[in-house]
């Protein structure tokens, strides 16, 4: 998944989607990490805006 990032740096929906997966693993810090780069990247592109909650949503479920 990290290879897409290269390939991919304004994906917020990437990052969103590597943050679940840190988030099974257990790997926390990361997940948060990922779900925050989401969140940054979705509130600069407006296409993006109706995705924002789940965005944050992911990002509050992180314990």
Not at 7 to 13: D, G, Q
Not at 19 to 36: F, I, N, V
Request: glycine residues 4%; aromatic residues 12%.
């Amino acid at each position: 998944m990290c290879f897409y990032k290269n390939y991919y740096p304004s994906a917020a929906n990437l990052y969103d989607s590597l943050g679940e997966l840190y988030e099974r693993r257990q790997q926390l810090k990361a997940a948060r990490r990922c779900y925050r780069q989401a969140l940054k990247i979705a509130r600069k592109d407006k296409d993006m805006i109706l995705m924002l909650p789940a965005y944050e949503a992911h990002l509050k479920g992180v314990k």
